[in-house]
């Protein structure tokens, strides 16, 4: 198996290269929910031990660094903030793959990037 993603985009993160979508869900808790196996799922369960959940209306970005040629290995980091109800970014239904805000509202994808990147530091060990 390999690691390939869809409508990514690149960015430079302290010299390693990463690529980047961005997308906002109307129901993000319901997302990391639908299958109990994932890791979604399981963080959901670690939030909820510590009385925390995902919030319902979220905007992620997703990074990915695939460091090898192969792409079998892959490093990802997942940023996610909530949503303000009278928020001008789009969503659709509640049982979605979300909007990929990149194209849909790139000021918005744009700014969530720049928060998602502000104090992130990454080095090689």
Known sequence: MTYEYE???PVDINGFPFTYDVKSFRDYAYMQNEDSHSDGAAI???LALHHL???AKAARVRMVYL???DHRTELMIIYAEAVAENSSVPFKSAKDE???L???APQAASELLASALAGLTLRKM
């Open 7 to 9: 409508n990514q985009r």
């Open 44 to 46: 959901s369960r670690l």
């Open 53 to 55: 959940a995902f919030p």
């Open 67 to 69: 460091p090898t040629p």
């Open 98 to 100: 979300g909007v990929l």
């Open 102 to 104: 990149n194209d849909a």
